[in-house]
């Protein structure tokens, strides 16, 4: 696995900026003609959707970056994740590049330490989506504490990760590490439904209002 190293993101400047922190397509990317969500109505946080998992010294959390996903955040969440995105944007396509991937699904991931000295193996981390296994095929770190692999408690290092077309965040998926699964996503989707016929609803009501003026 080859790692792309980025710059710096201070402190949780990572957690506001960047892990208010699950894109697919790079760069923008790619909505279905049958789900163009209108950005800046949704209202979910980012752990209202994140899927956690704890091996009992590292917790790791997965957010994929799909556009039908971040597009139901708060406006700032969204806005923040697609700052980050687009500042990381050239890191992103030479990950793409190396993997021979034109339209990769990006997934933010962080690594938590909880007790002092936590090792993490970044290349461990797998989803399953469609019954199919997807292995990471490119990562840009986002904190300097990425390449060394360990963490102290309450440390965190987080990264942008790159995975081949195929996974869908409309459907179950299960998040993957260390022989440890989640299918927390199950819970997310229902949110992320719920969530979508909300947007809509007030995108609709918004442009109603608008056609009839003052």
């Known amino acids: 696995m080859r790692h792309v190293a980025v ?7 990572v957690r506001t900026a960047g892990v208010l922190c699950l894109l697919t397509a790079q760069p923008p990317n790619r909505l279905t003609a049958q789900d163009t969500i209108s950005p800046g109505y949704g209202t979910l946080r980012r752990d209202d959707i994140v899927v956690s998992l704890s091996t009992g010294t590292v917790a790791v959390q997965v957010l994929p970056l799909d556009e039908q996903v971040i597009r139901l955040l708060a406006p700032d969440t969204y806005r923040s994740l697609r700052q980050l995105i687009q500042s990381r944007s050239d890191d992103i396509a030479a990950a793409a590049r190396l993997a021979n991937t034109e339209h990769p699904m990006l997934v933010m991931v962080t690594f938590l330490g909880i007790v002092p000295a936590a090792r993490f193996n970044p290349d461990e981390l797998f989803i399953t989506s469609r019954g199919r296994l997807f292995r990471p095929i490119g990562i840009v770190p986002l904190s300097p504490t990425w390449s060394s692999y360990q963490l102290d408690a309450r440390q965190q290092a987080v990264a942008i990760y790159l995975f081949e077309e195929g ?35 007030r995108a609709q009501s918004d442009a109603g209002t608008a056609a009839r003026g003052p």
């Open 7 to 13: 710059g710096r993101l201070g402190g949780w400047a």
């Open 167 to 201: 996974i869908s965040v409309r459907e179950q998926m299960t998040i993957s590490y260390q022989g440890l699964a989640s299918d927390v996503w199950t819970r997310s989707l229902r949110l992320l439904n719920e969530e979508r016929a909300r947007v809509k609803a």
